[in-house]
């Protein structure tokens, strides 16, 4: 199944980078096979030879091989549709269970958000399309119910398949691309954090049939993406209202301006000491006034493994790390943030460092606006005669 295309803003990520090996670049977007993707196609392939024989077995690896082929186009599919409006696509991972195109961010407008969503399936269409005409060209009959895999042959299994994964992905619940569609339905008539609370609602009542059906029937993969829509409609609607809540702010209203600096010429020690006396356990990095990396309690620790604590910081800083400007939208720049694994974002104001934004100072502010939001009116004083 695809999962969601689009990127887990609370870091409560579906699958990880960690334990994925590079398959290779293809339109400027690198493709990752999980590991667990290996171990599936071992364990099909040994439980067919064992029961089937080395023919059998070799023709279920390749009718599974093809078929992640459909789903690594459909996640190019959103990937390559959501560039159109200026959205880059980190990387593509495939999974036993399907595939993410980890997108930088979401399109703000709600036709856009439906084009992205709804360009994944479109991808399966396309291919459903092109198999159903070389079928019919090819005069080859329909066959009946496949008992397995194996009968109909590998085009009938991948058009049976391609059209499954149409309607599965097109069902209205997160994560899946028919939850962003009914959401991006809904945002176009209201405001966009209810249309993702709405639709959230609509998928883990879907997720609470998939339950019922599950247990009684004994589908037990049912159960499992139960789950999957329980935890990504939840995290959706959390998503929504952080969006929500940070609207309207700017990097200024939640950027550090009292900290502690670095020069290039400070030492990995001294930093440590820095470190272990104040509060802060990264820093931005200062020469002439001038904002040149920062260094991170990571980059320091990695210096002293190297086993030179008296090494200057401008051998280990990072000079390519992200930043943002003061007047910068302070949701786009907590993607960036988050983006960027960095614990912290310069933030420069005519070339010159004014602030730091950090992950803490932004969830403070989340937890004061939300405070704000939630206030009850005073009940009115009493009259008195």
């Not at 067919?48 to 690594?72: E, N, P």
């Not at 990387?91 to 407008?109: F, K, W, Y």
């Not at 059209?163 to 992905?169: D, E, K, R, Y």
């Not at 943002?324 to 943030?337: F, K, N, S, V, W």
Request: charged share 15%; aromatic share 8%.
């Amino acid at each position: 199944m695809d999962e969601a295309a689009f990127p887990c803003r609370s870091g409560s990520v579906l699958f990880t980078m960690k334990w994925s090996l590079k398959l290779g670049r293809l339109w400027g977007i690198d493709v990752y096979l999980h590991v667990t993707f290996l171990l599936f196609l071992s364990w099909v392939g040994y439980a067919t030879y064992a029961a089937m024989g080395v023919g059998a077995a070799l023709s279920i690896l390749f009718l599974i091989v093809s078929l992640f082929s459909c789903v690594l186009l459909h996640e190019y599919g959103h990937a390559l549709t959501a560039r159109r409006y200026g959205i880059g696509t980190a990387d593509i991972t495939l999974l036993p269970i399907g595939g993410v195109a980890r997108l930088e961010r979401m399109p703000s407008n709600p036709k856009q958000e439906l084009l992205v969503a709804v360009a994944g399936p479109a991808v399966n269409v396309v291919i459903a399309a092109g198999i159903g005409i070389i079928l019919l060209f090819r005069g080859d009959p329909i066959p009946r119910q496949p008992a397995n895999l194996l009968e109909g042959g590998i085009l009938w299994n991948l058009l049976r398949m391609n059209l499954v994964m149409i309607v599965f992905n097109m069902l209205p619940a997160f994560p899946m691309d028919g939850g962003r569609v009914l959401r991006a339905a809904l945002a176009m008539r209201m405001p966009f954090a209810k249309a993702t609370r709405t639709a959230a609602n609509i998928g883990q009542g879907m997720a609470v049939i998939f339950v019922l059906l599950g247990l009684l029937y004994g589908h037990f993969m049912l159960l499992f993406i139960a789950f999957f829509v329980w935890i990504g409609a939840s995290n959706e609607a959390e998503d929504a209202e952080e969006s929500s809540l940070l609207s309207g702010l700017r990097v200024r209203d939640a950027m550090v301006t009292d900290y502690r600096r670095l020069t290039p010429d400070d030492t990995a020690q001294n930093t440590v000491q820095l470190i272990l006396q104040g509060w802060q356990a990264d820093f931005p990095v200062v020469s002439d006034g001038e904002y040149v990396g920062i260094v991170t309690r990571q980059d320091v620790v990695t210096a002293l493994e190297a086993g030179n604590p008296l090494q200057p910081v401008a051998n280990f800083m990072r000079i390519d790390a992200l930043h943002c400007g003061p007047e910068d939208d302070l949701d786009a720049a907590l993607q960036t943030l988050r983006s960027s694994h960095l614990p912290l974002l310069p933030v420069l104001g005519e070339g010159r460092l004014i602030g730091l934004l950090t992950s803490e100072n932004i969830l403070e502010a989340l937890m004061f606006r939300r405070a704000l939001s939630q206030r009850i009116a005073p009940p009115p004083l009493p009259v008195t005669a």
